[in-house]
């Protein structure tokens, strides 16, 4: 059974960065695309970033694209985002997936626990 670990989140002030990662067991790594999704409290969980199975293709929210920054190491089964120039509105529970690459947080099964950021104005 795919499991997902999150990490990397904390605290941290208005315009700083952080590098969240996400490791992968119980499945081949290099045979999903990984996606991004971050989840504010009372609201629905919105689609981030996408890193194809190769690395070689990326896609992003609008919202974040020109600050987040998705990657992949095949090699390690983990997937980074790296967030810069954070915004207080880029504050919640964030959260990998592993599958064929779909933006709707519907289409997984598998969830890891997330890992929360929070943006200080």
């Known amino acids: 059974q795919v499991q997902l670990v999150e990490s990397g989140g904390g605290l941290v002030q208005s315009g700083g960065s952080l590098r969240l990662s996400c490791v992968l067991s119980g499945g081949t790594f290099s045979t999903y695309a990984i996606t991004w999704f971050r989840q504010i409290a009372g609201k629905e969980r919105e689609w981030v970033a996408t890193v194809g199975w190769r690395g070689a293709t990326t896609a992003y929210g609008d919202s974040v694209k020109g600050r987040f920054t998705i990657s992949r190491d095949n090699a390690k089964n983990a997937a980074y985002l790296q967030m810069n120039n954070l915004k207080p509105v880029d504050t919640g529970v964030y959260y990998c997936?592993?599958?064929?690459?779909?933006?709707?947080?519907?289409?997984?099964?598998?969830w890891g626990q997330g890992t929360l950021v929070t943006v200080s104005s």
């Open positions: 997936a592993a599958g064929a690459g779909s933006t709707r947080a519907g289409d997984y099964i598998n």
